[in-house]
């Protein structure tokens, strides 16, 4: 027909099949749907079943305990080293003079010991004291004393104590009660055989005139060596004494010259003497004779017979300097630091030929600084030696010295 449209036109026999196909899609979404939900379900199960194993096996951590704010106050006062301990072993607090020690190293104890006696108060609560050493790489080893005991909230309080100094005074004590039974034990037993030699031979007067002038030798030894040992004990706390004066230095040489000239003449050793005029220091007249003399009479005693010892004694700058010096055997550089100790002797042999008590020296440094002064030391093997003994000058006031 002219001027009519075309339709599209559906059979009635289409309509099914439009339907069918649209039952069809719906099931396979809903097949999606149902597939994408196990999925979800899947995953929330397993992520709940990880979940559950790993809350059954960790352990809960326990929390840091609370250090109360008024430790740190008490740990800048403490004068001990101080350390607070956690439970977990850990450093928590810590004093400044427990870092100087080296105890502490972060949030760790470097000393297992300490770390030892830790865990026995943190196992009972019994509080624990201990002494021990510890060693500190690089560092001399460190004798202390510890007292652990426990605090509130699990923490732990170790006070550590440097004892080092007190140790050391303590050994030098025995090491000299020691050396002093020993050394009096020496002229002690002479004496005693010598007198029951002078018994036995009482009808022979030579051997009584030879035994009895050994007893005045080991006599005198035994004098010298206990006057020594007062002397010692009196200067060894190095305090200046009351009894301060001034004094000629040149007095003072001839004086420890005149007490070594016997012995010198007696080996041909020449004594000679150089001092500048009008020097003076101020001390305990007493002590500074026995160490002047001390010092001649060591240098005669180490020098060979024909030799020569001297004495000079000058002034630099606010120092009077008395050098005493010797061509005898020689110190060797290993042993000069030690020369300075109660009764060590270089060559022990010859100093129990010759009489020495091996405190000399020892008095000689102690003098020197009760007094304000110093000793010095040169000496080369077989070259021969040089004491100086160093004083603060001392310049007289008019009517001062007589």
């Known amino acids: 027909m002219n001027g009519s449209r075309n339709h599209d036109t559906i059979c009635p026999g289409d309509s099914g099949l439009l339907q069918f196909a649209a039952y069809d899609r719906l099931v396979e979404v809903s097949e999606i749907l149902v597939g994408a939900a196990g999925i979800v379900v899947g995953a929330l199960v397993t992520f709940w079943w990880r979940y559950s194993e790993r809350s059954q096996t960790e352990i809960p951590q326990a929390p840091t305990p609370e250090v109360p704010p008024e430790i740190d106050t008490v740990l800048s006062v403490l004068r001990s080293s101080a350390v607070v301990m956690g439970s977990d072993e850990k450093v928590l ?24 006696l830790v865990r026995q108060v943190r196992r009972d609560g019994e509080v624990r004291e201990a002494e021990f050493e510890i060693r500190v790489r690089r560092r001399a080893p460190i004798f202390v004393r510890a ?9 732990t309080l170790a006070l550590v104590e440097d004892r080092t100094d007190e140790e050391r005074v303590q050994a030098l004590r025995r090491d000299f009660v020691a050396n002093v039974s020993h050394e009096l034990k020496t002229p002690i ?11 036995e031979a009482k009808d022979d007067p030579e051997a009584v005139e030879r035994f009895s002038a050994r007893m005045r030798t080991e006599s005198d030894r035994l004098t010298r060596l206990v006057q020594q040992i007062i002397d010692l004990s009196r200067l060894q706390s190095d305090v200046a004494s009351e009894n301060q004066t001034a004094i000629k230095v040149g007095e003072l040489v001839g004086e420890a010259i005149e007490h070594s000239q016997t012995d010198a003449q007696s080996r041909q050793i020449k004594l000679s003497q150089e001092c500048e005029p009008d020097l003076f220091v101020r001390g305990d007249r007493a002590e500074l004779h026995a160490a002047v003399s001390n010092l001649v ?10 030799s020569a010892v001297s004495v000079k004694a000058v002034r630099e700058d606010d120092d009077v300097r008395i050098t005493v010096s010797d061509r005898g055997i020689g110190i060797p550089p290993e042993e000069q630091e030690r020369i300075f100790e109660r009764f ?6 010859r100093a129990r030929a010759t009489g020495g008590t091996g405190l000399g020296l020892s008095i000689v440094k102690h003098v020197a600084a009760s007094n304000g002064g110093s000793v010095e030391v040169w000496s080369e093997p077989d070259l021969g030696s040089s004491f100086t003994l160093v004083l603060p000058a001392w310049d007289v006031d008019e009517g001062e010295y007589e």
């Open 93 to 116: 607090r810590s004093s400044a003079p427990a870092v100087a020690l080296g105890l502490v190293s972060g949030d760790h104890l470097r000393s297992e010991k300490l770390l030892d």
């Open 147 to 155: 007292r652990v005991a426990p605090l509130p909230n699990g923490l």
């Open 189 to 199: 037993g002479a004496i005693n055989l010598l007198a029951e030699a002078v018994g």
């Open 297 to 306: 009479e060591n240098a005669v005693t180490y020098s060979p017979t024909e």
């Open 344 to 349: 060590y002797r270089v060559d022990p042999a």
